[in-house]
């Protein structure tokens, strides 16, 4: 038989039954009835072309060709919880290995993993080079994106989606444009930037106002280095820190989650 085929279910419904030889404390067990219990044996006899029970004035007894079989499913399921727990065991790791958005590492990120590590010294952190690696090719725990949403991961946001344009005191006339953050249509632009580190860069070296995510620009706001040109505005987009499900479920995971999310 192949294993693609394996009635795991009903093997399972087997050994609580052959354990109790009652259908009834077996069904008890697996918060089934009586009747879905019996369903299984039944099925799992057809496709084996084997009696499993016979009943008597006893009860219930194994048959001949289940008891030679009992012994190796035991050892299966065994090695069946053994294997899940060694999957499991990435869970007690204390590292993370994350990616983020430099700047926003930077302004955002960095102070709350201080405090994080601070509170929990055996954590270490790993971080990606790419913002925008893949989660399986890079072994990623988490990763910061600047998006509208989470997408198919699973996912909270970090800060409040809002943005304002800035520039630095005396900047030239002009806008720094970046994707995701292009100033109006009849605004001049003075400079295409490719990604958030570029315009900020540019921004404070005063070659002209750019539209930011506040989050990467409120420290430089606070300290005068740069200069809000107007009302802070709703955005779209905004940072989430992201995962597939099961490393969203790990327990260290959301540990860190449910940091960062009270220290924001």
């Not at 069946?80 to 993370?96: K, N, R, Y």
């Not at 893949?134 to 809002?162: I, M, S, W």
């Not at 930037?193 to 070659?207: D, E, H, K, P």
Request: contains cysteine; aromatic residues 6%.
């Amino acid at each position: 038989m192949k294993r693609t085929h394996l009635p795991l279910n009903a093997l399972r419904v087997f050994d609580a039954a052959a354990r109790h030889l009652s259908f009834t404390r077996a069904a008890d067990e697996l918060a089934v009835t009586p009747a879905a219990v019996g369903q299984q044996i039944r099925a799992l006899e057809d496709v084996l072309g084997v009696v499993l029970f016979r009943r008597t004035s006893k009860g219930l007894e194994l048959t001949e060709e289940a008891q030679s079989g009992l012994e190796p499913l035991r050892e299966g399921f065994l090695r069946f919880e053994e294997s899940v727990e060694a999957m499991q065991a990435g869970q007690g790791s204390s590292t993370f290995a994350i990616a983020a958005p430099r700047e926003f590492f930077a302004q955002w990120l960095a102070p709350r993993l201080a405090l994080f590590r601070a509170a929990n010294p055996e954590v270490r952190f790993a971080l990606a080079g790419d913002e925008h690696a893949d989660f399986t090719e890079a072994n990623l725990d988490l990763a910061v994106r600047l998006v509208e949403g989470p997408g198919e991961l699973e996912g909270v946001q970090l800060a409040p989606g809002e943005r304002v344009a800035v520039a630095a005191p005396g900047a030239q006339d002009g806008w720094i444009s970046w994707p995701g953050f292009e100033p109006e249509d009849d605004a001049r632009v003075v400079l295409q930037a490719g990604n958030a580190g570029q315009a900020l860069s540019a921004a404070l070296a005063g070659m002209g106002a750019a539209l930011m995510p506040l989050p990467l620009v409120a420290e430089a706001l606070a300290g005068g280095l740069l200069l809000a040109q107007g009302e802070t505005r709703v955005c779209r987009r905004a940072f989430w820190l992201v995962a597939p499900r099961p490393q969203w479920r790990q327990k260290k995971v959301r540990a860190l989650v449910e940091h960062l999310t009270s220290e924001s």
